[in-house]
């Protein structure tokens, strides 16, 4: 009895699927995705591989692989592991080094989208099949989270687990680019790699010497910036579409959407994409923890993150009370006081932060500052052991001479976004308190009064808290700010 799959398709087709079928991988990932397939973008319209009559309308123009999101994760982790990037194009899409969910996402699905255009560009062209995109080029996001820091990233998880996957499946920078890293080896036999950038606009110190440890200069670009923070004016060779940073600077530093997911869905739809439910979900769990569900009490989300949230309501369909309910549950899991109490001083510092360099404009010396966010009132914050020995620990290991603490909670009896701030310094350059306070029409600082007096200047050090009256002022304002008066002063 003949297969009959085979009689219904073309022998290549044949032989293609059944090694699909034989590897157990699901294909119904990309006939949601590929408008030459699906003329209508109608996510309803999910077809079935196993059946004929699917295959009868498809068969030659079956990909190479599948392409649901889990075939994506799959393409990459065998990318590295078996295929490897020899005489190959590497795509790296990386969030920032905060490494909150929005950049872990928007590099997400993000790549994926690339990928999926990558593998529609080989259904438009079946015939060059060795010549074809699919196999020069890889895909692959990366996340800045450590190993280590994976468990306390409830939010995180919830979110991966929607679609189906868990924190195993993100490929962690600190094991990329390692110097004794298999994958770091892999990757330096690539032709090229190209760069994405999302949520940041340049590319971080840190991650440029790794890459240029591994491979020449001259093999490394940045492609792309998907980005909502101030424009540092780096990679300017990148303009266009390809620049998509959606901030208003000076005077009003203002991000012109709560969430980079928010840009990402702009961009996706824009290149003629389609967001599959599996782009959707985490999008939709981004954009309603960045804007806290749209309140306007936070001055977070904007018109463009409202517009979006319409769309993947309509493309979840998602009544507003699932919606309420996706965020409470995101939301609770993220700010959840067990949690953050449960954390020590470090931990804390740790769960959401950057570092920034200033580079004087004078003397040409650099000062490196770090902020972190914590999402817990400062005197609970101040309870926790060893405060002073962590927070100076932190700054020694973290290589900075200052240190930003934003504190951004729900407060008990007013039931409002509320946010404090505490600033230590190194005292031979303490001044930026002071400057902060002064900055007008900005924070709206006023002292701190619960704040517990810990004597940092034995240890050379200068603290400051502070009740910041302005909550529109975010880390995306407050960076900027500090950055900028480090250029302008620092002595040496
Ligand atoms: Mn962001």
Not at 38 to 57: C, D, E, F, Y
Not at 325 to 334: G, P, R, V, Y
Request: hydrophobic share 40%; glycine share 4%.
């Amino acid at each position: 009895m003949p297969n009959p799959v085979s009689i219904i398709i073309s022998p290549y087709c044949s032989i293609l699927l059944q090694v699909l079928l034989f590897h157990g991988i699901k294909t119904t990932g990309w006939s949601l995705y590929f408008p030459l397939l699906k003329p209508h973008n109608n996510l309803a319209r999910t077809r079935n591989i196993h059946s004929t009559r699917h295959l009868k309308m498809s068969s030659c123009m079956l990909p190479p692989t599948s392409s649901s999101l889990k075939d994506f994760v799959q393409h990459y982790k065998s990318s590295l592991n078996d295929g490897g990037c020899a005489n190959k194009v590497v795509n790296l899409f990386l969030g920032n080094e905060a490494a909150d969910a929005d950049s872990i996402f928007s590099a997400f699905c993000y790549g994926y989208h690339s990928w999926l255009k990558a593998n529609q560009n080989q259904i438009h062209n079946p015939s060059s099949v060795h010549s074809s995109t699919w196999r020069k080029e890889v895909f692959i996001p990366l996340t800045f989270v450590k190993a280590a820091d994976l468990s306390l990233r409830a939010e995180l998880q919830i979110i991966l687990n929607k679609v189906d996957l868990n924190t195993r499946d993100l490929l962690l920078a600190e094991q990329f680019l390692s110097s004794t890293s298999i994958n770091s080896s892999k990757i330096a036999e690539a032709d090229k790699v190209c760069i994405t950038l999302l949520d940041h606009n340049a590319l971080s110190p840190q991650f440029e010497s790794s890459i240029l440890g591994i491979m020449n200069r001259e093999k490394v670009e940045v492609v792309e910036i998907i980005d909502h923070h101030c424009d540092e004016q780096a990679h300017i060779h990148i303009q266009g579409r390809k620049r998509r940073i959606a901030f208003e600077s000076e005077p009003s530093l203002k991000a012109l959407t709560g969430s980079c997911c928010t840009l990402v869905h702009e961009a996706i739809v824009e290149d003629g994409g389609v967001i599959t439910r599996d782009m959707a979900v985490p999008l939709l769990g981004v954009i309603l923890l960045d804007t806290l569900n749209m309140d306007p009490a936070a001055h977070k989300g904007t018109d463009r993150d409202q517009i979006v949230l319409n769309e993947i309501k309509g493309t979840l369909n998602m009544d507003s009370s699932k919606i309420n309910t996706f965020f409470d549950e995101l939301s609770n899991a993220k700010t959840d006081p067990k949690l953050w109490e449960s954390l020590t001083v470090c931990e804390s510092l740790r769960f959401d932060y950057k570092k920034f360099p200033a580079v004087n404009r004078c003397s040409g010396n650099t000062i490196s500052i770090g902020f972190s966010s914590v999402l817990l009132p400062i005197d609970r914050f101040c309870e926790k052991q060893r405060l002073k020995e962590e927070i100076l620990d932190y700054m020694n290991n973290c290589g900075i001479d200052c240190l930003v603490i934003m504190f951004f909670f729900i407060h008990k009896q007013s039931n409002q976004p509320t946010r404090e701030l505490i600033v230590v310094e190194r005292a031979s350059t303490a001044r930026l308190s002071a400057h902060l306070v002064n900055h007008v029409g900005s924070l709206e600082l006023t002292p701190h009064t619960r704040f517990p007096s810990i004597d940092f200047n034995s240890v050379g050090c200068v603290v400051s808290a502070f009740n910041q009256g302005n909550i529109k002022f975010s880390r995306k304002q407050v960076a900027p700010i500090v950055v900028e008066y480090f250029e302008k002063n620092i002595d040496h």
